[in-house]
């Protein structure tokens, strides 16, 4: 599914299942993965958000929260994306593995 589409799907408040892409989460999400994205407007540092970064879509991990900035957004190897005010989504669960 493409990235809009899930972003679509999460502003109308409906919870989606897809599947997770490329390496930069491992080992928490592989490729393929297929997880669970709760519609969400705010999170905690720790969760793993589905949001956008620059342009980008992503369902990285929140490293900090600024009232002004917004969210810090990484990947599970230390790259920072940046700061986005966008946050869509929550991964609720890892549902299962292609591995």
């Not at 109308?12 to 993965?33: A, F, Q």
């Not at 297929?34 to 969400?40: D, F, G, M, N, R």
């Not at 705010?42 to 929140?62: L, P, S």
């Amino acid at each position: 599914m493409r990235p809009e589409m899930i972003r679509d799907r999460l502003e109308r408040g409906i919870i989606v299942e897809c599947r997770s892409h490329g390496s930069s989460m491992t080992p928490i999400l592989y490729d393929g993965d297929l997880v669970c994205i709760t519609p969400a407007k705010e999170a905690e540092v720790g969760d793993i958000v589905f949001c956008k970064v620059r342009g980008h879509y992503y369902d990285h991990i929140v490293k900090a929260k600024n009232p002004k900035r917004g969210y810090l957004i990484r990947n599970n190897h230390g790259h920072i994306n940046g700061w986005s005010h966008q946050i869509f989504g929550i991964v609720h669960k890892h549902l299962c593995s292609e591995r």
